[in-house]
């Protein structure tokens, strides 16, 4: 690959590609606002203005170049630092905050504005400007986003976003020079189902999101990289909280799944991790009829008596397992069953699913299919609802395990389990299922714990533990690994840790998942398909 030099330092390019876009790739700064890797390049803002002193012929250019306007050539010799450049650079400052109101501290994009950053280390600090600054009302331009058009310094990000990205055309510039302003046609507001990514790619607080605005400083925010539970679709998103609370999420850039974007939809999922009332807090067991709090210890082996008296066989044993749930316990789940019941009775709810074509990539980012892993209930080889009949396998049962809140819509599944002769519940929050249960096992909700999703492509990745869980609930893994050793010699004391359950199911499913590793499937996961191909090639190399 060739190379082209930015202060002495050798950048490897490809042909065709932009300074700016090598130097970004190559983790070196140029400072910008309007250039973004998804859109079109307009070089408007003038701020990633660089002095190219060799122009890869020994001839230097006559002037400050944009650099993400400019193609980088063999050779060519860039200053990002020299006196010119920070004169140029001083200048662009001085008119990007002619209008822009000094309200730093009252505006919420202070502390991950782009202004701002750059203000502090490329401006002046004054101003030549003695005239008042132009005033606009704030405007209320859509369903999840708001416009303070006096912080636009007209990057038209947000402008190309709804042309080029949503291809909606929602959005526009109107009039010119200094009343040159944005904002939505005919006063309509917008519709589209991606508004939350106008405000992440804003560089200045002019497009912020309703449902985050004044709740908390940027600053104070703690990152946790993760994945949206909304779809199958599986987006990388960071989880963003303080004090024990999930304020936003933002989407995380993955190529291979959501690019740099997500839906509205699958941000105000973070409402769901913030629940409280509906959370199950504490073990329960049925005593006579009524469901008192106990100690772990009193659940599992008041669970062990009952089991040892029912002795039930592989057909009187039967599970449902909730999509929502981790590979992970999907696996010690149906390995439960295995083990200690010999029952291959797991079934999830199979739901049909559409995904629209469009030529727009965001688009085809929402599907019907709103649980994040019936892909891996069907890797795992789980049975489907639509394809069994789980009617007459209820009629026999006389243990039914429930993982989740799956089937809280289908009211004959919820009849037959009253006929069961014991039932238990593991989930994070109350359902249908709680009021039939004689054993609940508290769960922790997705961002308390660690575990991976397949997604609808067949996308492997993992997600972290976010928030700090009630001392009185437990994971779902490690409840199952617990109910797991309790039907064997080892004592239910010596729970696994998340790391070697991972091992465990990559090693007895190694044709499905390879034996890897669990720091291997990294923050951003790994294809299946990619995973498969790797590991037949290591076998026939063998």
Known sequence: MEVFYID????????????????????????????????????????????????????????LMTSCSTDAMPNMRISTKNEKVQEGRELVMEY?????????????????????????????????????????????????????????????????????????????????????????????????????????????GAITEKEFRFKRRAWKLRKVPSVCTGCSTGCNITIEHDRNEVLRLKPRENQDVNQWWMCDEGRLTYQQMNEREQRLAKPMGRVKGKLLQVTWQQLYDAVADRLEALNPNGEQVVAFVDTHSTLEEMFLLRRLLQEVFSSD????????????????????????????????????????????????????????????????????????????????????????????????????????????????????????????????????????????????ATPVQQTLQFSQVFQQMTSIEHKLFGNLALEKLGESGISLADLCQQSDTLAQTA
Not at 34 to 42: F, M, N, Q, R
Not at 165 to 188: A, K, V
């Open 8 to 63: 002495d330092q050798p950048v490897p390019f490809e042909k065709g590609e932009k300074i700016l876009s090598a130097a970004l790739r190559a983790g070196l700064e140029i400072p910008h606002f309007c250039y973004h890797p998804a859109l079109s390049v307009v070089a408007t803002c003038r701020m990633c203005l660089v002095d190219v002193t060799d122009l890869g012929n020994g001839r230097p250019a006559p002037k």
């Open 96 to 204: 990007l905050l002619v209008n822009h109101p000094l309200d730093c501290p009252i505006c919420d994009q202070s502390g991950e504005c782009t202004l701002q950053d750059h203000s502090y280390a490329h401006g002046t600090g004054h101003s030549e400007m003695e005239y008042n600054k132009r005033v606009y009302g704030w405007r209320d331009i859509g369903t999840f986003v708001q416009l303070e058009r006096n912080r636009c310094i007209h990057c038209s990000r947000c402008d190309r976003f709804t042309r080029e990205i949503t291809g909606t055309d929602e959005f526009g510039m109107f009039n010119r020079g200094h009343e040159l302003t944005l904002d939505t046609f005919s006063d309509r507001a917008m519709t589209n189902h991606f508004q939350g990514n106008m405000a992440d790619i804003c560089p200045v």
């Open 345 to 488: 009775q797991v079934f999830y709810s199979q739901q049909d699913w559409t995904q629209p074509e469009s030529e727009f990539f965001i688009e085809t980012m929402i599907t019907t299919d709103k649980a994040p892993n019936q892909a891996g209930a069907r890797l795992l080889g789980l049975k489907g609802s639509q394809e069994h009949d789980i009617i007459s396998v209820m009629k026999s049962a006389k243990l039914l395990l429930v993982l989740g809140n799956p089937f809280i819509n289908e009211q004959s599944l919820l009849d037959l389990a009253g006929t069961t002769e014991l039932m238990v519940h593991i989930a994070s929050r109350q359902s249908e299922w709680t009021d039939r249960a004689d054993a609940i096992f508290p769960g922790q909700n997705y961002a308390e714990k660690e575990g991976s999703f397949l997604n609808k492509q067949g996308y492997w990745q993992r997600f972290w533990p976010a928030l700090r869980p009630s001392r009185h609930v437990r994971p779902e893994w490690q409840i199952l690994s617990e109910l797991l050793h309790m039907g064997t």
